[in-house]
């Protein structure tokens, strides 16, 4: 089933968290026929898991850290984000390994983390434009997509991957659906490669400036297993629409 995830980034308080998901479960119709995931900030995690109980809509978190408990200030743990509802959490996402600086080792620790927790890691890959520019973007994603899964290549298929080249996030400039699908397909022989069961099982992602006006444009290929929006997603009916667009 096609994934359709709202990143929500360093947006909205616990009130307006609950005026959003009162107004998006509005729109929310069949959601047994697409899987949709919210990823609020985490202190709207706990509300918001409350609110979508047995709605069908799924929760997630932007971020974790490896280890279970202990002396590190500000993080917060896979069995916290458990606790409170949460079946997925976005790793490496390029503003974590940008701005926060987060190495491919740290995101590789969080994926066998979250395995190990159980919850469904969507792990975050894209080439910056110079990259692009450099004719690098296969090698750039190759490399981060190897980093991150190494050693646990036995179980790619419990990851989702989305792919989200750095120049179009949050900039109104999408990725072609044709490049897009380009480097969706490279991923999928690469993970093939890397674990032949994982076919079929982890879904590929597309994200960078995905509107309701284009995403019906990225989800008639069937690469494109699903979707990960960030501004677009800050409206409930925006959203629900980039849902309910293929
Ligand atoms: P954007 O962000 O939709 O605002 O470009 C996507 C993302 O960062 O996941």
Same mark, same amino acid.
């Given at each position: 089933?096609?994934?359709?995830?709202?990143?929500? =980034?360093? %947006? =909205?308080? #616990?009130?307006?968290?609950?005026?959003? !998901?009162?107004? $998006?479960?509005? $729109? #929310?119709? %069949?959601?047994?026929?697409? &899987?949709?995931?919210?990823?609020?900030? /985490?202190?709207?995690?706990?509300?918001?898991?409350?609110?979508? &109980?047995?709605?069908?809509?799924?929760? *997630?978190?932007?971020?974790?850290?490896?280890?279970?408990?202990?002396?590190? +200030?500000?993080?917060?743990?896979?069995?916290?984000?458990?606790?409170?509802?949460?079946?997925?959490?976005?790793?490496?996402?390029?503003?974590?390994?940008?701005? /926060?600086?987060?190495?491919?080792? +740290?995101?590789?620790?969080?994926?066998?983390?979250?395995?190990?927790? *159980?919850?469904?890691?969507?792990?975050? #890959?894209?080439? =910056?434009?110079?990259?692009? &520019?450099?004719?690098?973007? $296969?090698?750039?994603?190759?490399?981060? !997509?190897?980093?991150?899964?190494?050693?646990?290549?036995?179980?790619?298929?419990?990851?989702?991957?989305?792919?989200?080249?750095?120049?179009?996030?949050?900039?109104?400039?999408?990725?072609?659906?044709?490049?897009?699908?380009?480097?969706?397909? /490279?991923?999928?022989?690469?993970?093939?490669?890397?674990?032949?069961?994982?076919?079929?099982?982890?879904?590929?992602?597309?994200?960078?400036?995905?509107?309701?006006?284009?995403?019906?444009?990225?989800?008639?290929?069937?690469?494109? &297993?699903?979707?990960?929006? *960030?501004?677009?997603?800050?409206?409930?009916?925006? /959203?629900?629409?980039?849902?309910?667009? $293929?």
């Amino acid at each position: 089933m096609r994934l359709i995830a709202a990143n929500w =980034k360093m %947006h =909205k308080t #616990v009130s307006e968290t609950q005026e959003y !998901i009162s107004k $998006f479960l509005k $729109f #929310v119709e %069949h959601p047994e026929s697409r &899987e949709i995931l919210l990823c609020p900030p /985490f202190t709207s995690l706990y509300v918001a898991g409350k609110l979508l &109980e047995g709605t069908g809509v799924k929760l *997630g978190a932007q971020n974790c850290f490896y280890e279970k408990e202990g002396a590190f +200030t500000g993080e917060i743990s896979l069995p916290m984000l458990k606790e409170i509802g949460c079946s997925y959490v976005i790793v490496g996402h390029s503003e974590r390994r940008h701005i /926060f600086g987060e190495s491919d080792e +740290t995101i590789n620790r969080k994926l066998v983390a979250c395995l190990e927790e *159980g919850i469904r890691p969507i792990l975050c #890959v894209g080439e =910056k434009l110079e990259d692009r &520019e450099a004719g690098m973007t $296969f090698k750039v994603v190759e490399t981060q !997509i190897r980093l991150a899964l190494s050693g646990i290549e036995e179980h790619i298929d419990r990851i989702d991957i989305a792919y989200e080249p750095v120049w179009a996030i949050g900039t109104g400039v999408p990725a072609t659906p044709e490049d897009a699908v380009a480097v969706h397909r /490279f991923i999928k022989e690469l993970i093939k490669d890397l674990n032949p069961k994982s076919e079929g099982k982890t879904r590929i992602l597309y994200g960078g400036s995905v509107k309701p006006g284009n995403a019906s444009e990225f989800m008639k290929h069937s690469e494109i &297993e699903g979707l990960l929006v *960030g501004g677009a997603s800050l409206d409930p009916e925006s /959203f629900a629409k980039i849902v309910y667009s $293929f």
